[in-house]
């Protein structure tokens, strides 16, 4: 079993999950009543929907994982899934994302749709230097 496959079997017994098909059109995805919160593109890696004040308020700390690729401006966290490890930080960082999307319709924060699997995005990531 991959560790995306792992991560999915666990994350569809969650009551506040479905299994839906990915607006991006790529691999498989999990949404909420609110909205799309996982994309799993590959057996390697997810695209979460944490929102932009969620990850404005952890950026710091997602800058230390190097699981984890930031896209400026963008809405969603790639993880990348090389370990048990990573899969366990998807899933705390699930729970802050399904929070944050219970919060959205009292929030100001539009709903962001467009998950990072383009092509076109350079994925940044501030660790890269191995510090």
């Given at each position: 079993m991959t560790l995306a496959?792992?991560?999915i079997k666990q994350f569809v017994s969650w009551p506040d999950l479905t299994e839906a098909r990915p607006s991006c059109g790529?691999?498989?995805?999990?949404?909420?009543?609110?909205?799309?919160?996982?994309?799993?593109?590959?057996?390697r890696s997810a695209d979460l929907h944490l929102t932009a004040?969620?990850?404005?308020?952890?950026?710091?700390?997602?800058?230390?994982?190097?699981?984890?690729?930031?896209?400026?401006?963008?809405?969603?966290?790639?993880?990348?899934?090389?370990s048990h490890t990573d899969v366990d930080l998807l899933m705390t960082l699930m729970s802050?994302?399904?929070?944050?999307?219970?919060?959205?319709?009292?929030?100001?924060?539009?709903?962001?749709t467009q998950c990072n699997e383009h092509p076109h995005v350079i994925l940044v990531h501030e660790n890269e230097g191995g510090r």
């Amino acid at each position: 079993m991959t560790l995306a496959s792992r991560a999915i079997k666990q994350f569809v017994s969650w009551p506040d999950l479905t299994e839906a098909r990915p607006s991006c059109g790529i691999g498989r995805a999990l949404r909420s009543s609110v909205a799309e919160i996982v994309h799993f593109h590959s057996d390697r890696s997810a695209d979460l929907h944490l929102t932009a004040g969620s990850i404005h308020r952890i950026v710091n700390d997602l800058a230390e994982s190097s699981a984890i690729r930031l896209i400026p401006g963008s809405h969603w966290v790639t993880v990348r899934l090389d370990s048990h490890t990573d899969v366990d930080l998807l899933m705390t960082l699930m729970s802050l994302a399904l929070q944050a999307h219970q919060r959205w319709p009292h929030s100001d924060e539009p709903l962001s749709t467009q998950c990072n699997e383009h092509p076109h995005v350079i994925l940044v990531h501030e660790n890269e230097g191995g510090r």
